[in-house]
């Protein structure tokens, strides 16, 4: 069964003050792992998409990357509107289900 | 504009009177899915659908059935809705193997 665990549960950071966000994950073969974020109130938004160990992917204060085992949010010199909830999901070859998601990281950024 | 269209947003009924809750999307997606989100458990898969008059079971579906019978259309229907059904519902779509886009949720309320 695909596992999704994802770390710390909450995080409170001072603007500008970088660090990373933490998503574990066990699957029989890995077809995608997906990062979305979730603002209070919405439907999750999509972030990123890796395919393979050893890639990265970045947008505007937000990288992400990959192993085998895990995959890393890093956010740099984050602000407040950065605040919200990331979600990590993976989804296994063949899998018609497509996506199993972890419980989230909720992010607060203190101006 | 492409999105996903949930109706209601917000719901309160009594056990055991169906409900249903619709969910409309304009992009032409084939693969449509539900999931329920609760705190700490993250979101689970309620039902997918592959195309139209194909659907499945996801991690959850007790409760719950589902038809899709146009390709833009999924609802969700509660036939007769219990206390364990309050949650947090988001509907889904995307072209097969691509980012789901999700709706703003429907929060449930049954008492």
């Known amino acids: 069964e695909d596992q999704v665990t994802q770390s710390p549960e909450a995080l409170r950071l001072q603007e500008g003050e970088s660090s990373s966000l933490n998503c574990s994950y066990t699957v029989s073969g890995l077809r995608g792992l997906f990062w979305y974020r979730q603002d209070p109130g919405k439907g999750p938004e999509f972030l990123f998409t890796l395919y393979s160990a050893g890639e990265e992917k970045e947008k505007e204060r937000l990288k992400a990357t990959l192993t085998k085992k895990e995959s890393f949010l890093h956010i740099t010199a984050p602000k407040p509107e950065d605040s919200a909830t990331y979600l990590c999901a993976v989804q296994a070859p063949g899998s018609a289900r497509q996506l199993t998601f972890g419980s989230g990281t909720q992010l607060t950024v203190l101006p | 504009e492409a999105q996903v269209t949930q109706n209601p947003r917000y719901l309160i009924t009594v056990t055991g009177k169906k409900l249903t809750v619709t969910c409309s999307q304009n992009m032409n997606h084939e693969y449509m899915s539900w999931y329920r989100q609760d705190p700490g458990l993250g979101l689970r898969q309620i039902y997918y659908?592959?195309?139209?008059?194909?659907?499945d079971k996801g991690d959850v579906p007790e409760g719950y059935k589902v038809s899709r019978k146009e390709k833009r259309n999924f609802p969700l229907i509660l036939e007769s809705p219990s206390p364990n059904q309050t949650s947090l519902y988001f509907c889904a779509s995307s072209f097969w193997g691509q980012p789901q886009h999700f709706g703003d949720g429907t929060r449930l309320s049954i008492l």
């Open positions: 659908s592959m195309n139209v008059e194909v659907t």
